[in-house]
DNA sequence: CCCTGATTCGC
DNA sequence: GCGAATCAGG
């Protein structure tokens, strides 16, 4: 598969709604994750919101087989970027307005069955119990692809927030949420596969 | 062990 | 330019 300028698009949209490289790299087709980071970065958009590793100050990562290469060159070289990351002039956003990064809440995941019917596993509801009791609160504004969205309370009242807690990979839930809203699907036989 | 992005370097 | 291999961190 080559970089077209539709594949392109869409991973610069998908990257910029803080999709991971993998989730991109599934969605795209024909590509790994490693692909598509290295996209990323050839096309200048590489930071984001917070990631995976908040504080890298860039340190020069002298690897095992360090090539020779002689490059360091005294002569002062005003294009060289030795210097830590700096603002980079690769989107030079003629829009003041809208921030570059919106915490967009696609409606794609399903969304959580009230924790009301069902029988799920007493284990799980415990759990659930327990995580609400440290569940963070946090309002729909601070939902992100990356806390839990599990609604507690009742949306009529003001005892209603979202769990908040770190979601787990791809899912819209924690891992006590996930266990309860994914599990409703065949509780007996029906073994798929 | 799962995941994440970052970087390098042969192609 | 591309991306697998590798690195580094959560």
Redesign the pocket.
């Given at each position: 598969?080559?970089?077209t300028d539709e594949r392109v698009e869409l991973l610069k949209k998908m990257w910029g709604e803080g999709?991971?490289?993998?989730?991109i790299a599934k969605e795209l087709g024909g590509?790994?994750?490693?692909?598509v980071?290295?996209?990323?970065?050839?096309l200048g958009l590489?930071?984001r919101a917070g990631?995976?590793?908040p504080a890298?100050p860039?340190a020069?990562?002298a690897?095992?087989?360090?090539?020779p290469?002689v490059e360091a060159a005294p002569a002062p070289k005003p294009k060289a970027k030795p210097a830590p990351k700096a603002a980079e002039p690769a989107a030079p956003a003629p829009k003041p307005s809208l921030p570059a990064r919106r915490a967009i809440i696609p409606a794609g995941q399903p969304l959580p069955p009230q924790p009301s019917a069902n029988e799920i596993p007493a284990e799980a509801l415990a759990k659930v119990s327990e995580v609400e009791k440290k569940a963070k609160k946090i309002s729909v504004m601070e939902l992100t692809e990356k806390t839990c969205k599990w609604p507690i309370g009742d949306p009529a009242t003001d005892d209603f927030w979202f769990c908040g807690l770190p979601s787990k990979?791809?899912k819209p839930y924690c891992e006590a949420h996930v266990g309860v809203a994914f599990q409703p699907m065949s509780s007996r036989r029906d073994r798929r596969r």
């Open positions: 598969m080559s970089w999709q991971s490289a993998s989730q590509v790994t994750r490693n692909a980071i290295g996209k990323v970065h050839r590489s930071n990631s995976t590793a890298k860039a020069a990562k690897k095992a087989t360090a090539k290469k990979q791809g």
